[in-house]
């Protein structure tokens, strides 16, 4: 079955940067889209990036600049690049997939969209 395990979490300053990852287990289907979402305490889930398996992206426009996506085919592992960090950042983190039916690319940063999620991983940023 798909698992994602996603990992990189943790406390920083202001200003810093992390490094998310999401390791991808049980398919090998071509047809997917995987994301990034946030959930602060007592907010909705925020999508932030996504990218389809031939590597097109699309930013959240609130964290665009900031923030990049990334994936490493060979070994199964999605990233998220987060610098520049705020504490309005603080948030547990998410990463998804699904994958398309009919065949072809995707993107989306609708989390209604996706079927399949990681545990999270909280980061933490502080003034």
């Known amino acids: 079955q798909v698992q994602l395990v996603d990992s990189g979490g943790g406390s920083v300053q202001s200003g810093g940067s992390l490094r998310l990852s999401c390791v991808a287990s049980?398919?090998?289907?071509?047809?997917?889209?995987m994301a990034w979402f946030r959930q602060a305490a007592g907010k909705k889930r925020e999508g932030l990036a996504a990218?389809?398996?031939?590597?097109?992206?699309n930013i959240a426009d609130s964290v665009k600049g900031r923030f990049t996506i990334s994936q490493d085919k060979a070994k199964n592992t999605l990233y998220l690049q987060m610098n520049s960090l705020k504490p309005e950042d603080t948030a547990m983190y998410f990463c998804?997939?699904?994958?398309?039916?009919?065949?072809?690319?995707?993107?989306?940063?609708?989390?209604?969209?996706?079927?399949?999620w990681g545990q999270g991983t909280q980061v933490t940023v502080s003034s």
């Open positions: 998804a997939t699904d994958f398309a039916e009919l065949g072809g690319t995707w993107l989306s940063l609708d989390s209604g969209d996706f079927g399949y």
């Open positions: 049980g398919f090998s289907s071509s047809n997917y889209c």
């Open positions: 990218i389809d398996s031939v590597g097109n992206t």
